[in-house]
């Protein structure tokens, strides 16, 4: 069965820095592109990152670009997002998704996500 | 970047009901790279339509999407209870993948 399990959500301090963790499991990981999207309270979808199946390749939102950084390890089936100077506006529930080939495909699976909480 | 602007914010409408939203995109790009999402309360997002008119698996025929160049529809041509939610569209080409801002379907 297929998952995807975010987790290292929490609280931290404005200006502090956070590792999220995504562990994927019931696909072959390595085939997939994947890419981290998040949600504040009350509000809509905010796609962030993505990187190749390989991870060779990378992209940002214009939002976190040189804040977020967005790596992977396919020999444990898992994605990481290195969040960096967190403000009030990163408080938000964040997803792991997948999408097959280069990442010019639709997400077509999501995880649950793990809330970030930015408070002094 | 492309920006997604959805409309109306809010469709309200009763069971059995059609159900018709908006997607329009701030500059062309082929609808092969066009996605609508579903997402209910305390879910994660689900994938309906992608490719602008491609239903995803086990999505039901009541749902479709059409449209090309910068305007967009998701059509539901029956609401069933469980059709109650946000939906979203999605550019998924060139990075930014953007969304629009979502459009909730009420009772």
């Known amino acids: 069965q297929m998952q995807l399990v975010e987790s290292g959500g929490g609280v931290v301090q404005p200006a502090r820095s956070l590792r999220l963790s995504c562990a994927a499991s019931?696909?072959?990981?390595?085939?997939?592109?994947m890419h981290w999207v998040r949600q504040a309270p009350g509000k809509g979808l905010e796609w962030l990152a993505a990187?190749?199946?390989?991870?060779?390749?990378?992209f940002y939102a214009y939002s976190v670009r040189g804040r977020f950084t967005i790596s992977r390890d396919n020999s444990r089936n898992s994605l990481y997002l290195q969040l960096g100077s967190l403000t009030t506006e990163d408080t938000a529930l964040y997803h792991c998704?997948?999408?097959?080939?280069?990442?010019?495909?639709?997400?077509?699976?999501w995880g649950q996500g793990t809330l970030v909480t930015v408070s002094s | 970047e492309i920006v997604l602007t959805q409309s109306p914010g809010t469709l309200s409408l009763s069971p059995g009901e059609r159900a018709t939203l908006s997607c329009r995109a701030s500059?062309?790009?082929?609808?092969?790279?066009l996605a609508w999402y579903q997402q209910k309360p305390g879910q994660a997002p689900r994938l309906l339509i992608y490719g602008a008119s491609n239903r995803a698996t086990g999505i039901p025929d009541r749902f479709s999407g059409s449209g090309s160049g910068t305007d967009f529809t998701l059509t539901i041509s029956r609401l069933e209870p469980e059709d109650f939610a946000v939906y979203y569209c999605q550019h998924y080409g060139d990075s930014p993948k953007m969304f629009g801002q979502g459009t909730k379907v009420e009772i």
């Open positions: 998704a997948r999408s097959r080939g280069d990442g010019k495909n639709p997400l077509d699976y």
């Open positions: 990187i190749s199946y390989d991870g060779t390749y990378t």
């Open positions: 019931g696909f072959t990981f390595s085939n997939y592109a």
């Open positions: 500059q062309s790009f082929s609808s092969s790279y």
